[in-house]
């Protein structure tokens, strides 16, 4: 009989963050062209973010207040910037249950407020790490344990399709969030061990 169970990949430690193999394996670079961006007005809750990215997001209101909706500019008068969600974890406040408050528009596309006013060098923070870091997630298990999941999201189909067409793995894709986040040595290691997946 066969076996009908999902297979799980492999996970491998690389400096002390758990990552899925998938993150070596997988192809992804976003389309934005085809999606425009819909990650930031699709889902349940807001962007994962901690408390020192708040802090930042405050700090760069001024630069943005005028680009962000007038209901997006309640939802923040009300509750802030940032809530917890169902799972307790802090993430960006969000409108009618689903758009990021920091969501604006340039005709059909929807654009990050934050990320605008920080390539036009209006504030020095650009956005969430979890936004920049996707479609890879971070979870924090505790006791300084990171593990770094891909995720698969229906809307990002074409992201997927352009990857292959790319031949651009994820990681490679995300070479600077990556950076960012963990920095240059621990990417360097990264792509030391994405070779053994080549």
Partial sequence: ???????I?????????LISSEILTECFCCDYEKCRGICCVEGDA???????????????LDSVWCDLSASAQSVIDKQGVAYSDKDGELVTSIVRGKDCVFTCYEGDNCLCALERAYRNGKTHFCKPISCALYPIREKNFGNGLIGLNYNRWSVCRDAIEK???????????LKEP???R??????????EVAKCFS
């Fill in 1 to 7: 009989m066969k076996d009908s169970r999902e297979k």
């Fill in 178 to 180: 990556l950076i960012r």
């Fill in 182 to 191: 963990f920095g240059q040595a621990w990417y360097d290691e990264l792509c």
């Fill in 163 to 173: 990857g292959k067409a790319l031949n651009l793995p994820v990681y490679r894709f």
């Fill in 46 to 60: 807001g962007a994962p973010v901690t408390i020192d990215e708040i802090a930042d997001i405050e700090a760069s």
């Fill in 9 to 17: 990949p492999p996970i491998l430690e690389v400096a002390g963050v």
